[in-house]
């Protein structure tokens, strides 16, 4: 095989491949010889077909194997000889017009890894921010166990509903010309009064109403309500009151944890106080790695490969997109985001570099994700599937080296991450949650140094800017809130007052669910998530050759 470089710039090469026609017919010859034996034809006998009716037969599919074969073998035989480490997977063309008994000449173009300089790791300091989950934390989670479960008891005669209470009411809204509108009526909505909702005004109105009343209030949609023919406008809805109830004492003790499917009231707050823990230490955790991330950041600076770059990039912004699509007016949210596209490439840059910065790091350190550990991986990732499929996706991954790769990444990431923090010099720091969460958000720039928005003056993207999370944070940690759920044993008993705006009358335009905010922007939280530290690439198999005619 004759190989002749064509490009060397920064991180890019591209190569001519010549495999000469003899090279490629011995293999045709070698694999006929092996497959002739096994051929049956009537008229000879089993293994006795002559070589060139043999050859007549599969001989276009033998050229194909062979050149396919001689393709593979030449690319791992090119990123051996010159040692190359490619980014991603070459791309590999046969040449146009080749024809069987002719040289086949490939062009192979591809970008490498960087060489990355020595990582400076010594001398890192961290400030660990660590809360304690005290009693009173845990006593207030369970009290808001016991208010969600709080039980419903009807008011006496006469009562007239107050906030708190839950309203049954059958509704008609209409314009104020008097004229139904569509999907403005209901029956049996339920109605927690200061929930919240509802539209503004709805619930105020309601405060007062006795069972059985009918009463007419006066609201007005929000201007950015969904339904467009009734923002801003003013409607009546005609109320039908069908009971009002009284919310029972919400009490922490030992029913509450038989209705929440455990044992017994220890065994809840020893649970609650476990995944509250767990959530702190995650916040704790996100906040370290996020000052570890900046410390290497700011100390290693070399060109990474473009190929790497864009299709993070492209990932980041098919998350945003994706998520855009959910605001109340995606096409504001485009908007915005298309301001910010090059702080978002900046994004991507700056976790690719990371992400190899941290693969060096792991493997000149002996940091090792075990075969143990990927199956326990793998089978995690494969009960995503079902039945014959999970076995169809373990072969996958275990025949695929990128594939694999891209699994084991968060987790070699995660061991290389505690390999640093054991390194560095680490200050600890008692806290509490709202200055743990505070020092988070108030990170939310790019990790690049290069994001400064002036958010006095640009209001708009204050929001956005603070539902950002840096280019190293991990997507999944911190972003629970204050909510923990015991484990699912027995499901609680459904609760009435719980989802008023999910009753079937709630997803009408009538049943006047307050617009909810829009949502933290999880897309750009997996934007900005884990800088994956990718495995070092394996040889990348070539693309497989056209197929040849003849």
Do not use: C
């Not at 060397?8 to 694999?31: F, P």
């Not at 007005?220 to 009971?243: H, I, N, R």
């Not at 823990?277 to 290497?296: A, F, I, P, V, Y």
């Amino acid at each position: 095989m004759q190989t002749v470089e064509t490009l060397n710039e920064g991180l890019k090469r591209a190569y001519t491949l010549t495999i000469a026609a003899k090279d490629i017919e011995a293999r045709v010859d070698a694999e006929l010889a092996r497959v002739a034996p096994q051929v049956r034809m009537p008229g000879f006998r089993p293994g006795k077909v002559p070589a060139n009716i043999v050859r007549k037969m599969h001989g276009p599919a033998l050229l194909q194997d062979a050149l396919n074969t001689s393709i593979q073998e030449g690319i791992q035989t090119l990123l051996a000889e010159k040692q190359l480490r490619p980014a991603i997977q070459p791309s590999v063309q046969l040449a146009d017009g080749y024809e069987p008994g002719k040289d086949a000449e490939l062009t192979v173009e591809l970008e490498v890894l960087p060489q990355v300089p020595a990582p400076a790791i010594e001398g890192l300091k961290l400030e660990k921010l660590t809360v304690p989950a005290d009693d009173a934390v845990i006593d207030e989670q369970l009290q808001k166990f016991a208010d969600q479960t709080k039980k419903w008891e009807d008011a006496e005669e006469g009562y007239a509903a107050k906030m708190g209470d839950l309203v049954t009411v059958d509704f008609v809204g209409k314009t104020m010309d008097g004229v139904a509108f569509e999907g403005g009526t209901g029956t049996d909505m339920a109605i927690e009064l200061g929930s919240g909702r509802l539209i503004p005004g709805f619930e105020d109105a309601t405060v007062g109403v006795k069972a059985g009343e009918e009463r007419q209030i006066k609201v007005t949609f929000p201007e950015d309500y969904q339904a467009k023919e009734l923002a801003g406008q003013d409607a009546t809805f005609d109320l039908t009151v069908k009971s009002v109830k009284v919310a029972g004492e919400a009490t922490v003790d030992e029913d509450l944890a038989k209705n929440l499917g455990l044992e017994s009231l220890e065994q809840l707050r020893g649970l609650v106080r476990g995944q509250i823990e767990s959530e702190l230490g995650n916040l704790t955790r996100t906040h370290m790695k996020r000052k570890l991330l900046d410390q290497l950041a700011a100390g290693h600076d070399f060109e990474v490969p473009p190929s790497m770059v864009e299709a993070e990039f492209q990932q980041i912004w098919a998350q945003l997109e994706h998520e855009a699509t959910h605001e109340p007016d995606p096409k504001a949210a485009m908007e915005e985001m298309e301001k910010e596209r090059d702080d978002y490439r900046k994004i991507a840059e700056r976790r690719v570099r990371l992400g190899l910065l941290l693969s060096e790091i792991g493997q000149a350190n002996g940091v090792e994700v075990t075969q143990q550990e990927m199956n326990r991986l793998i089978a995690q990732a494969a009960q995503q599937y079902r039945g014959e499929d999970q076995q169809r996706f373990i072969q996958y991954i275990q025949q695929e080296p990128m594939a694999a790769a891209q699994l084991r990444a968060p987790l070699y990431e995660d061991k290389v991450v505690d390999f640093l923090f054991d390194k560095a010099e680490v200050t600890e720091r008692e806290t509490t949650r709202e200055e743990l969460e505070a020092a988070i958000e108030s990170e939310d720039g790019f990790a690049t140094g290069t994001h400064h928005h002036d958010h006095d003056n640009h209001k708009p993207k204050q929001k956005k800017a603070a539902a950002k999370k840096k280019a190293d944070e991990p997507a999944a940690e911190g972003d629970e809130g204050d909510e923990v759920k015991p484990a699912k044993k027995a499901a609680p008993k459904k609760k009435v007052a719980a989802a008023p705006a999910e009753d079937e009358a709630t997803d009408e335009a009538a049943a006047p669910a307050k617009k909810a905010a829009p949502k933290k922007k999880a897309a750009a939280a997996d934007a900005e998530g884990e800088a994956e530290a990718p495995a070092k690439p394996k040889k990348a198999a070539a693309k497989k050759a056209p197929k040849t005619e003849g």
